[in-house]
């Protein structure tokens, strides 16, 4: 038998009324446009996960766990890349989650994607290619959606 | 007047420390004391600190799989050790699809933010869980904030035969 329970709010008790300062929240948004991480080692860090993960799989072909784990390092660097100053990796990172989101395991046409994709993220990392503004990253970006489009498109994804 | 968080504890639980460091330091802009923020970097770790502090607000990243944040948020809705059922969780993910926001929903989550994220967005969030917590469902398959958002007016006959029994706490 399900019942609803109407808990203690303690955190209203607690922090009272008024909301958050407007002043407060400027100076957290501040905090995110000028944190000084080095993007670089941790992005990195990721992409050694990718390319170890598909080796594995070329070893144990085993797709869930490639997908799992493939979903896994990239959703960290569409998260990580542009609170760390690299909207460029969210921006061409974003394409690809959204095509394995919407799988539940990959093929060999999906790991060609996610090789093209690291290697154009490694690209970016190393020429500092930080803005998803830039020519570089904008046409990056356009080749990824029409591959992932393309896959989509033939595999009703 | 604006909230005061000098007595409201919070567990951070992320998968690195710079995003850690990063929400940490936004919390801190936000009014919430440093000394009143603790990590952990793992589900393991993050409930195993869930069951030993006082943690008024929990903030959890989706971390590695296979869904260790959402194995996170069942063992706070759901573990007899947790101390609070009904503590407000928001999950953290870098990606808002669909299908991760039903299994966050359906797991207990209290509210989804999707990084990269704005400060106010987190703001925004911990207002929502602050103003508008939603009431417990318990049931033998789901602990967590009632699922419907809104009151959908029943068409014709309300043919619930009993309805369920509501629990102060």
């Known amino acids: 038998m399900s019942k609803i329970v109407i808990p203690k709010n303690t955190l209203k008790k607690k922090v009272g009324d008024g909301g958050f300062k407007e002043e407060s929240i400027k100076k957290a948004q501040e905090t995110i446009e000028t944190n000084e991480v080095d993007f670089n080692p941790i992005a990195f860090e990721y992409l050694n996960r990718i390319r170890k993960d598909i080796a594995e799989y070329n070893t144990h072909k085993d797709s869930v766990k490639l997908h799992s784990g493939l979903l896994d390092h990239l959703t960290q660097l569409r998260a990580q890349g542009s609170m760390f100053h690299y909207s460029s990796i969210t921006a061409i990172t974003d394409i690809v989650v959204d095509l394995l989101d919407s799988l539940k395991n990959v093929d060999e046409k999906i790991l060609e994607i996610v090789n093209a994709y690291e290697r154009c993220a490694s690209i970016l990392l190393k020429q500092s290619v930080k803005s998803d503004s830039n020519p570089i990253c904008q046409s990056i970006t356009t080749e990824l959606k029409t591959v992932c489009n393309k896959y989509k498109a033939k595999h009703n994804a | ?169």
């Not at chain 2, 007595?7 to 330091?25: A, C, G, H, P, W």
């Not at chain 2, 990590?39 to 502090?53: D, K, M, W």
Request: hydrophobic share 35%; aromatic share 8%.
């Open chain 2, 1 to 169: 007047m604006a909230y005061d968080f000098s007595k409201v504890n919070v567990l951070i639980v992320e998968s690195t420390q710079e995003m850690y460091r990063l929400f940490k330091d936004v919390l801190v802009m936000l009014d919430v004391p440093e000394r009143n923020i603790d990590s952990a970097f793992s589900c393991e770790e993050g409930f195993e600190r869930f069951c030993t502090g006082e943690y008024d607000l929990i903030i959890t990243d989706w971390l590695q799989s296979p869904d260790k944040g959402i194995e996170l948020i069942g063992q706070i809705r759901t573990n007899p050790k947790s101390p609070n059922h009904f503590a407000p969780v928001i999950m953290t993910a870098g990606s808002g699809h669909l299908s991760r926001v039903i299994k966050s929903r359906d797991i207990g989550v209290s509210d989804y933010l999707v990084k990269p994220f704005a400060a106010a967005d987190l703001a925004k969030r911990i207002e929502r869980v602050v103003e508008k917590p939603r009431p417990f469902v318990v049931s033998p398959s789901y602990t967590g904030p009632d699922r419907r958002l809104r009151a959908k007016e029943i068409k014709g006959k309300d043919r619930r035969v009993e309805k369920p029994e509501v629990e102060h706490h």
